[in-house]
């Protein structure tokens, strides 16, 4: 979308998926150091800055099959996380009130 000649970033799927990890890797720092959390948390991590890290190696794929690939993966980790948080929420965890 073009606005005076600019775009608009509010529908840049690049630009989101990089506040989704970076929110999240800040919202990770408040979950406890236990083992569950620490395994929550881990996963929780990897799959949102996963999201983002495939979508920037979707544009340099050198195949369809190869871009069809990281694209289900970037469509499949928000999906992970979003579990994530479920538990970790059911748990009172991250930055949650205990």
Same mark, same amino acid.
């Given at each position: 979308?073009?606005?005076q000649?600019?775009?608009?970033?509010?529908?840049?799927?690049e630009?989101? #998926?990089?506040?989704?990890?970076?929110?999240?890797?800040i919202?990770?720092?408040?979950?406890?150091n236990?083992?569950?959390?620490?395994?929550?948390?881990?996963?929780?991590?990897?799959?949102?800055?996963?999201?983002?890290?495939?979508?920037?190696e979707?544009?340099?794929?050198q195949?369809d099959r190869?871009?069809k690939?990281?694209?289900?993966?970037v469509?499949?980790?928000?999906k992970?996380?979003?579990?994530? #948080?479920?538990?970790?929420?059911?748990?009172?965890y991250?930055?949650a009130?205990?």
């Amino acid at each position: 979308m073009q606005i005076q000649g600019m775009v608009d970033k509010s529908y840049d799927l690049e630009e989101r #998926l990089v506040n989704f990890a970076a929110t999240t890797a800040i919202f990770c720092k408040g979950i406890p150091n236990d083992f569950a959390g620490q395994y929550y948390g881990n996963q929780l991590l990897r799959s949102s800055g996963s999201a983002a890290l495939n979508f920037g190696e979707m544009h340099g794929t050198q195949s369809d099959r190869d871009f069809k690939n990281k694209a289900i993966i970037v469509l499949k980790e928000p999906k992970e996380s979003r579990m994530s #948080l479920k538990i970790l929420t059911k748990m009172f965890y991250g930055n949650a009130k205990n």
